[in-house]
């Protein structure tokens, strides 16, 4: 955006505001400009109401959030660009002149401002209730049709939870939370994840998958930024690619990274944020902890891709998609129509099985699917309890 300004615009301190950044990266927003410059705070909506910055005269209200949301028809939840609420749009207007006169800009005209809800949905009316449920499990709470909840989420919801826990071996035909699921209820990842981490011991890679769970935990390994720079930064993040897919190709970029790195000027040179790595260096040492406290070994699988990508399907496998004549991928989970990515590295190529798992959606102006691997169609069968068709993706008897 900075060299589409006009010069005169140079006096312009851009600076960026949201939960990924470090507490010190955070704190440069309250610095005071030098005299004759104008500080530009780009922010997600952590500025509506966390943080109270000293000096802001004017905003600029986009009417707009991202926000994650879970569809319980297809089991799937993405990240999408929804209108934001009329209380946010107040909060976003007490920003300016907080402490002096101030401004707001509204990027959308008042018909708009009058169709927008009230107030933002409880987040637990639009997420996977998989996790949550199982936490109720863990603290004897059985009876969910009769809970009291706050903010009741929808009962499709609960049943596609229940449907998944029982398919995963969470909970048995009772109801009540398995073995594996005790001990998955206190981890602190998402299920499918967590059930990844056990299912290492049987694969043998729970040095690979440890990795990759904390890799998978943080947003933005990668940093390419536009134009020639990006280029260049594209060619460093080649370096670790593999075949296999993203998940495969984090791994390699977080061994390489301990191997030869651990310094800010490392990630720098081969297009990594060294924030987002050292974040990852702290998960992974929660992680495994709690692989520790369950006699979960950390082995290695040498190597052997094959039984690292049956692992990771053990925790996707709800998350399987199937290549299409387009160019395109199609859901095994309500045949949404999805599209690769463009940071992938599968992004230019079919997968010669024709069939990948992926981490997670966001919605744009489409459905866009991000790190993927490669599987055999075989393996979502051998973890959902639930058959898929190779060729077609349709499902025969039972739902999860």
């Not at 290492?200 to 990668?222: H, N, P, R, Y």
Request: hydrophobic letters at 35%; a positive charge; charged letters at 20%.
């Amino acid at each position: 955006m900075i060299p589409t300004l006009p010069r005169n615009a140079t006096r312009l301190l851009p600076m960026p505001l949201h939960a990924g950044l470090s507490t010190d990266e955070q704190l440069n927003v309250f610095k005071p400009p030098e005299y004759g410059h104008r500080k530009v705070i780009v922010s997600t909506n952590i500025a509506e109401a966390s943080v109270t910055i000293e000096g802001i005269k004017f905003v600029i209200d986009s009417g707009y959030v991202k926000m994650r949301i879970y569809n319980p028809t297809t089991a799937l939840a993405s990240l999408a660009t929804v209108p934001t609420s009329v209380a946010s749009a107040t909060q976003r207007a007490g920003r300016a002149g907080r402490t002096s006169p101030g401004i707001c800009y509204r990027l959308y005209p008042i018909s708009a401002f009058e169709s927008m809800p009230l107030s933002t949905p409880a987040e637990i009316t639009r997420t996977d209730m998989t996790t949550p449920i199982l936490q109720l499990k863990s603290l004897g709470i059985d009876d969910l049709m009769k809970f009291e909840w706050i903010s009741a989420p929808p009962a499709e919801s609960i049943l596609r939870a229940l449907e998944g826990l029982h398919a995963a071996g969470m909970i048995g035909n009772d109801g009540r939370l398995t073995r594996m699921g005790e001990q998955v209820s206190e981890c602190p990842m998402e299920v499918g994840i967590a059930r990844m981490l056990f299912r290492s011991k049987e694969f043998q890679c729970g040095e690979e998958i440890l990795t990759i769970a904390a890799m998978t935990a943080v947003q933005d390994v990668f940093i390419i930024p536009d134009g020639a720079p990006g280029a260049l930064a594209e060619l460093e993040r080649r370096k670790f690619t593999a075949e296999e897919g993203d998940h495969l190709t984090l791994l390699n970029a977080y061994n390489t990274f301990t191997k030869y790195g651990r310094s800010s000027g490392w990630c720098k040179s081969h297009a990594l944020s060294f924030r987002a790595m050292s974040r990852v260096v702290s998960i992974r040492s929660q992680l495994r902890k709690y692989m520790d406290r369950f006699n979960l070994p950390l082995q290695s699988c040498e190597g052997d891709a094959k039984r690292l990508r049956r692992c990771l399907v053990s925790g996707y496998w709800r998350n399987g998609a199937r290549w299409t004549a387009d160019g395109t991928y199609c859901s095994v989970r309500g045949n949404k129509i999805l599209h690769v990515h463009p940071t992938s590295v599968l992004f230019t190529r079919k997968p010669r099985s024709g069939w990948v798992i992926f981490h997670e959606m966001e919605e744009t102006k489409k459905t866009q699917i991000r790190i993927l691997t490669e599987i055999e169609p075989d393996w979502l069968l051998e973890h959902g309890h639930e058959y898929h068709d190779k060729h077609t993706g349709s499902r025969q008897g039972h739902q999860s």
